[in-house]
């Protein structure tokens, strides 16, 4: 790691590790401390955060202060609350900034967003005067910062990660005009947990969750900083010729719009991306030198080292390392027989990779006669010839996945094809494929103590594409943690919510059978991992609707449906 990335000997490292010792209740808070990663951070924020210019900042859990004093700098707000527990260790510290003269910072103890009474902050001056007329407008006199990671991934009371929770009630609240967004919807800059990224801002189709397509409804979500180094992720992969030309795309994005990034903040994307353009240059254009489907895995570094110790050791007829007539030294070696361990992992990895890429290119096959068999513009037999060719090619199919060995290949086909599908709509699916820049590679030495935290700049969408009313947005809720905890694949799940509304519903929304749109013809084709934000929609209004739905609260009462955030989950987060 670069030295000027190293933070643990800063001042505000020293406050933090202080405040963990001294203070129990007070030790899974995770604090920003260091400065470079601030600066790097706001220079990156900064063009747009113009735009808030002597706005009222709401700052929760500031901790240290010093992302909280960076960010004060650029933006001169006319007022920044800082909301810290009155028990808060930090509240102490925070002085050093409200005790200044003509100080335009305010320590309070923030309410729980269930107790806030808007109008009776702006009557006692905390937030600014609102025109209740204009609140589906972007509100810019507010910007709310917000740190919600813990050493504790999980709240006590549900299985959900707390960044969860916070963000699927805030990004409810720009729908309903509640809490800090009464007075229209409000830009949210959120450090959070590394581990709670992929929940709302999935990196491939079998990360994506209820809460990514509830956020995808409301807001745009960009990554400004983050970290290379999960282990989710790494087990989460989409295949590499996506994620290059995906890398390809914001590269491009960037260098038309000159954005930079520093040294040493690049990310492992970044490097491969630069890589591949340099070898399809030294190669000859038309060469696709970055369609790879050998994935980088932790322990292909360990693989190729211990290649090159054991080179001269002998192999079977198929090339295959062997324990057989080896000396006894090497046979004993630990190190040899994770070496044969390893190579029998990567080969059937290999193999396996192999299979899958044969079974996408027969899909790709199915999805282009697809479309020619339903242009309009086709005579009636060449269409009848078309889908009986189509047909065959999917039999065709099914029986090479029925003969596939494992399970495990046939799930990973079906992500693959999932991932790809979702990349090649317009726009694509994943709102991480719709990202500006690269993020910002941090390390968790910058933070206290040290773990992999990201910035999440959080902007809601106007004019909100599907706006909702609140009981329609309780029973999208519902019905999508329902969708996902059911263990269907598609959406027959509908008929145990309620007899009948399968048919009676997915009729009534075109976008579910519609190619173009990222749905399939045949709607059990279509997984639950890519609705659309449209879709979901679709599937609300059809619901409220049909004249026989069952009573909501009945639905409740019996099970059918399921919620599983408990009412005060959307509190703003203490120091505990």
Known sequence: MAKAFQAASSPFAQIAKRV???????????DIVSPQLCDDALARLAPSLQNYKGCTIIDVNPGTGLWSSKIHDIVKPRQHILAEPPESPFAQHLKQYTDQSSSRYK????????????????????????DVQKSTEPNRSILFLANTAYSAHRSMTSSIART???????????????????????RMLLWCPEKDVATVLPRTIRQRTKFALLMEMTCKIEEIVGCDESTSRKQKMRDQVIELESGKRVAKLMAESGVSTPS?????????????????????????????????????????????KFKDAPKDSKGRYIHLNQPKEIIEDPKYLRFIDLERNFRHRQKKTVEIKELLQEQAEIDALDLQAHDPQLN???????????????????????NTKGRLTRNEFKFFKDDRKAFASNPPLLMWDHRTAEPLK???EEFYPAKNLCLLDIQPRHPLPYPMT?????FLRMLTTTIWQGGADNLTILDRIAPGAFNAIISKVPSLTDPARGGERDIRDLSIDRLTPEMAHGLVKAWFDWPFRPNLGDLIHRGNLIDDLDSDDGAIPGGR
């Open 264 to 308: 040493g903040r690049e990310t492992n994307l970044q490097k491969q991306v630069k890589e591949a353009d340099e070898r399809s240059k030294s190669k000859g254009a038309g060469e696709n030198v970055g369609a790879t489907w050998t994935r980088a895995r932790n322990w292909h570094e360990e693989l190729e080292d211990l290649r090159e």
């Open 470 to 474: 609140p009981a329609q947005l309780l």
């Open 107 to 130: 320590l309070i103890d923030w309410p729980q967003l269930e107790s806030w009474e808007p109008d009776r902050y702006v009557a006692e001056g905390l937030l600014p005067a609102f």
């Open 164 to 186: 969860n929770i916070k963000l699927l009630c805030w990004a409810s609240d720009i729908l309903n005009g509640a809490t800090f967004h009464a007075g229209g919807p409000v």
């Open 442 to 444: 941090a390390y968790k």
């Open 380 to 402: 009636e037999s060449v269409r009848n010839a078309a889908l009986a060719k189509l047909q065959r090619k999917k039999d065709q199919l099914q029986g090479h996945l029925d």
């Open 20 to 30: 963990r010792s001294n203070s129990p209740g007070f030790k899974q808070r995770i």
